[in-house]
């Protein structure tokens, strides 16, 4: 049987079509959820794809996080269940303080698109168990409020508890403090990305095949659980 | 009737570029001495009736919870009744 | 007090303001004729905009019309022109839809919501034809570079551009950024947009069906860009800035998604008869459209629209560009459906109207009748005019002026030649538009398989088997200048030669013909001859084209803008895995010029820098362009070539430096024999290309290219080891035969610092 990984469309979700591509090759199957719909299907592991749920009225989302999907997310993921923000995704995580900290308009003003180079951080996470540590990676960077912030505290706790799980190699693109990249919880199974994991897993279409490892590692953890 | 009227800036310690840009707009356009700028958000909230007990804290919560993100956002309060 | 058909009936000599709204004496006299009375300030109202140059095409329909009689025949149209865009057959059950429109003036006024609103607007005429878009694209045009109004505009524009389509979630995939003095006031904004879908899922504008009903869905309906399609798209600006300006449009990206998803849903579901999206003219335009092209009759309650300004008084709202709404025929048994969809997806959906066989259509505001007119009148049978057209005293002394070897004095030595090479590469038209393309999503959808700065974007259509499409549009306008008729076509076989570079197969052809004043004899004859030689240019080549748009009226004082008729290719390739892309990848790999380079400056970049336009663009050879096109589609389907890249501005030297850089690989070149190093480097003849093949299929590609009678000469290797003996150990380096070196970091360098310094880091 295979693993099953919900993605969630909210109104305005751009990427949930590209995230559920990349769970198929990684060998799972995508589920789609609906952010009207508080069900969340028995999936395994839920990804928050990219776009600009609601528009990002108000703020990047803010809205999304009271949808009602959303709660049943939140209540799951304190409790184990395997979530990934990606981009808008990772907003969603950080307004359901689910993640700490916050991300804010890129420092130089423009929405920015570019192969990026990461250095995966963390392992430990059941999104980055693939990867081997400090391993070098180029997957695509897309958005305009890419700047991730916290307090010193918040920041030097991240990096002690090996929660920072990727940082931006070759300059930094947007202005995130200490060039985070993603960040998880402290359980590890709840993970923020910036960058698009999803849009590098084909040859043909990516600059590189490296996004995989992030969909092929939560199956292992899946696998182990039951 | 009350009108509450929300607003919202980011923390000082936050970085800023919008409002950084418009301190140098305003510089180049000729307001000379402009030491800072901070770009925020108002929210005008036109309600029914005053705006006292549960609700006032209501509104006080959302303030603080919707209208601005306490992570990185400060926010102040005020009511015309 | 309402100006209904009856008080018009009673008062039909009260003054009204037809010249005010654009309209000419003889059209306004045109109006009663039609209504057998004076028409009420609401059917004044439709027929200003309706009749405005840019919803009527009346200065052009007469040229247009060889599009249609010049049309080659072919197969592969399954929607002509006249729809909002054209559909062409791809193959395999799936079908292609694809149109470049113009927001020029617009654009100037207010760049981001200008740029912004006119991705949208390109962006709806592909879902009313029932298509998903899956990618878009942007000719840009803008004064010079260093210039401060484009400084003001630019920035704007591509932001708004990002922003919109960013948040629509469609890779922009290509487009143009072009600097001329010409455009120096009058910057051109062109928007493209490529949808797919399966044949069945076609959909027209029509209503059909008596008693069927007609809903208004999307934003609601406010004051945006009243009167903007008549006078924006009617007025030139004068030198002292614009005479009118009306409230500009303003988009919200977020809507559009939304329609997009509510309208694919309900068009998935069958619950669609006709659609029509709402653009220039809004209301007025889609429901005398949507009448005219159906059963012939509609009747419609004006004060059932939803309103975000309660103040609009019903010539606006008939008037108003409000984005992002559409207008559906629905029959009254799944109007339920319908509405439950656009619930489901938060849009906004009112019926306004149903479908009569009165042949007019008829609205009402509060119960009284405010237009009653017939539709065709409105929508397709408005004013054609013939303008007088004649050669410019000018031309002829200008095609004279040739830039010889006497008239312009040539780089000749190393140092000369190796100079301009760095010139052209920096210089602003040439340089990397990665400042621009970077505020871009490229990778949405995911199926992206070439983008900027490749010669063509390409898009996978079907996961399963790989069939895909590429697209590119071109445009010179110096070329066009010197020849209008030449210019055209030159546009087309740059487009027709950077789709089968890619390895596709060049299948219809979309156009955006951005001129002049059309009320300037001058300008009018650029246009008949750009039209007549794009129709004659779509003939040889046996591609048709399927749709585009005019945009008249560029020009500040007497100085029109160049002719600019930008031309949109688009091909199919059965596997995306076969593509060609530009940059070279092995050593030993080697690298060939097909196609005869000719002593051809005229126009040239090199000439454009130094500050020369004269004599006749390069010739066209239509039996060259497709040979090479066919031997190129053919290389890239057997798996012969590694790479290949189109050679055009700049000619070789700028070429080879662009798939240096792409590589980011070294490579050693020779001149052939006979012909002189700076004709070789960078003269722009045309239906030429650079072709990388590897060793082993050196023999089975030269052999088919003498076969055919193709040129093809070997004048390059891909060598990343040259560094060490030509003293930059370490670097990738380019070497041109004796005359110069370069290594690949300091072109980066060259190439790479011109925009963001001129527009901000």
Redesign the interface.
């Known amino acids: 049987m295979d693993a099953r990984i919900g993605v969630v469309t909210f109104p305005g979700s751009l990427d949930d079509a590209d995230a559920a591509r990349a769970i198929r090759i990684a060998g799972a199957t995508p589920v789609a959820l609906w952010h009207g719909d508080a069900d969340l299907h028995n999936v395994d592991a839920v990804v928050l794809p990219g776009g600009f749920s609601y528009g990002d009225y108000l703020r990047c989302g803010a809205i999304a996080k009271f949808a009602p999907v959303m709660s049943l997310i939140i209540e799951k993921a304190q409790v184990g269940l395997p979530v990934l923000g990606i981009c808008n995704g990772f907003q969603i995580l950080c307004e359901s303080h689910l993640l700490p900290g916050a991300l804010t308009r890129n420092d130089h003003q423009h929405f920015i698109c570019r192969d990026q180079k990461l250095r995966i951080e963390s392992t430990e996470t059941l999104w980055t168990r693939d990867f081997s540590p400090g391993q070098e990676i180029v997957i695509p960077l897309k958005n305009g409020e890419g700047g991730y912030v916290a307090s010193e505290v918040t920041l030097d706790e991240l990096f002690a508890e090996n929660r920072v799980v990727a940082t931006y190699l070759g300059g930094n693109p947007n202005g995130s403090y200490r060039d985070i990249a993603g960040i998880s919880n402290k359980a590890g199974n709840v993970v923020g990305l910036m960058p698009h994991p999803e849009h590098a897993v084909e040859a043909l279409t990516g600059p590189t095949t490296d996004g995989i490892p992030f969909f092929t590692s939560v199956l292992k953890s899946l696998v182990g659980a039951s | 009737m009350a009108r509450v009227v929300v607003n919202v800036a ?1 923390k000082p310690e ?2 800023d ?2 409002g950084r ?1 418009v301190q140098g707009a305003l510089g180049r356009l000729g307001l000379t001495g402009v030491s800072d700028v901070r770009q925020g958000k108002q929210f005008i909230i036109d309600l029914d009736g005053a705006l006292e007990g549960e609700r006032a804290e209501v509104m006080q919560k959302l303030a603080g919870e ?2 601005s ?1 306490p ?2 956002e400060d926010f102040t309060l005020t009511v015309e009744n | 007090m309402i100006d209904s058909v009856d008080i018009a009936q009673e008062n039909p000599d009260a003054s009204q303001p037809w010249a005010e709204l654009g309209l000419k004496q003889d059209e306004y006299e045109s109006i009663k004729q039609i209504l057998g009375r004076r028409p009420t300030s609401s059917e004044l109202a439709m027929y200003s905009v309706m009749w405005s140059e840019h919803c009527s095409y009346k200065s052009s329909k007469v040229h247009l019309r060889q599009f249609g009689e010049k049309a080659p025949k072919t197969d592969i149209l399954l929607v002509g022109i006249g729809e909002n865009a054209g559909v062409v057959d791809i193959g395999a059950g799936w079908a292609v839809t694809f149109k470049v429109e113009s927001h020029n003036h617009p654009s100037y006024v207010e760049p981001y919501q200008g740029a912004a609103t006119g991705v949208g607007g390109i962006v709806r005429d592909i879902i009313s034809m029932g298509a998903r878009p899956i990618a878009v694209m942007d000719p840009l045009r803008f004064g010079p570079a260093d210039a401060p109004d484009t400084r003001r505009v630019l920035p704007g524009v591509v932001a708004g551009i990002g922003g919109y389509g960013n948040c629509l979630g469609l890779p922009n995939i290509g487009g143009e950024l072009v600097f001329d003095e010409s455009y120096a006031g009058n910057p051109l904004v062109n928007a493209l947009c490529v949808g797919s879908m399966k044949h069945e899922d076609i959909h027209l504008a029509s209503a059909k069906g008596v008693g069927n009903l007609v809903v208004l869905y999307g934003a609601r309906t406010g004051g945006d860009g009243i009167g903007g399609v008549s006078v924006l798209a009617s007025e030139t600006f004068d030198a002292d800035g614009p005479a009118k300006r009306p409230s500009v449009q303003v988009g919200d990206p977020f809507m559009e998604k939304l329609l997009i998803e509510a309208t694919l849903e309900v068009l998935h579901a069958g619950l669609v008869e006709g659609i029509q999206d709402l653009g220039g003219a809004g209301i007025s335009c889609a429901t005398s459209e949507l009448a005219s092209n159906g059963e012939g009759g509609m009747h419609v309650y004006l004060d059932r629209v939803l309103l975000r300004d309660a103040s609009l008084s019903p010539e606006e709202i008939l008037m108003s560009e409000s984005q992002e709404r559409m207008c559906a025929v629905v029959t009254p048994e799944k109007i339920d459906d319908f509405m439950a969809l656009c619930k489901k997806w938060d849009v906004e959906a009112v019926v306004i109207g149903e479908v009569t066989d009165t042949g007019r259509l008829v609205i009402e505001w509060h119960g009284e009748i405010i237009v009653d007119v017939p539709p065709r009148s409105v929508a397709h049978d408005g004013p054609v005019y013939e303008r007088p057209f004649h050669r410019p005293s000018w031309q002829d002394a200008l095609q004279a002026d040739t830039p010889t070897a006497q008239r312009l004095a040539r780089p000749s030595t190393p140092e000369e030649l190796k100079q301009t090479l760095l010139d052209l590469i920096s210089s602003p038209n040439l340089a990397s538009k990665s400042w621009v393309t970077s505020q871009y999503d490229r990778y949405v959808m995911g199926n992206t398989i070439l983008a900027q700065p490749e010669d063509a974007g390409m898009i996978r259509v079907d996961e399963e088997s790989g069939l895909g499409v590429a697209i590119s549009t071109d445009c010179n306008s110096r070329f066009a200048k010197l020849d209008p008729y030449a210019g055209a076509q030159l546009a087309l076989v740059e487009s027709y030669r950077n789709i089968s570079v890619a390895g596709a197969k060049p299948l219809a052809v979309t156009n955006c013909l951005n001129f002049g004043s059309p009320e300037d004899p001058e300008v009018m004859w650029q246009f008949s001859q750009a039209t007549t030689g794009l129709a004659d240019g779509c003939r040889e080549l046996g591609i048709p084209v399927t749709g585009g748009n005019v945009s008249f009226y560029n020009q500040t004082g007497d100085i029109a803008i160049n002719p600019t008729p930008v031309v949109g290719v688009l091909g199919v390739i059965d596997d995306v895995d076969r593509r060609t892309p530009m940059a070279w990848e092995d050593d030993g790999d080697l690298i060939y010029i097909l196609g005869d380079t000719f002593d051809e400056f005229a126009g040239s970049e090199w000439a454009h820098l130094r500050g020369h336009l004269g004599g006749l663009p390069p010739k066209v050879n239509f039996a060259q362009e497709r040979l090479l096109s066919e031997i190129m589609v053919a290389a890239s389907r057997d798996g012969m070539i590694t790479a290949a890249h189109d050679v055009s501005d700049g000619g070789v030297g700028v070429a080879i430096t662009e798939m240096a850089l792409r590589a980011n690989t070294g490579a050693r070149f020779w001149i052939p024999d006979n012909i002189d190093p700076f004709v070789f480097l960078f003269a722009e003849s045309t239906a030429r290309a650079i072709a990388v093949i590897a060793r082993t299929e050196e023999l089975r590609f030269t052999e088919m290219c003498a076969a055919r009678g193709l040129s093809a000469t070997r004048f390059g290797v891909v060598d990343s080891g040259l560094g060490i003996d030509s003293g930059y150990p370490g670097e990738q380096v380019i070497v041109i035969d004796s005359l110069f070196t370069f290594t690949v970091g300091e072109l980066r360098e060259a190439h790479e610092a011109t925009l963001p310094a001129l527009f901000g880091g």
Do not use: C, T
């Open positions: 980011l936050i970085l570029p919008q840009a919707l209208l993100n992570v990185i």
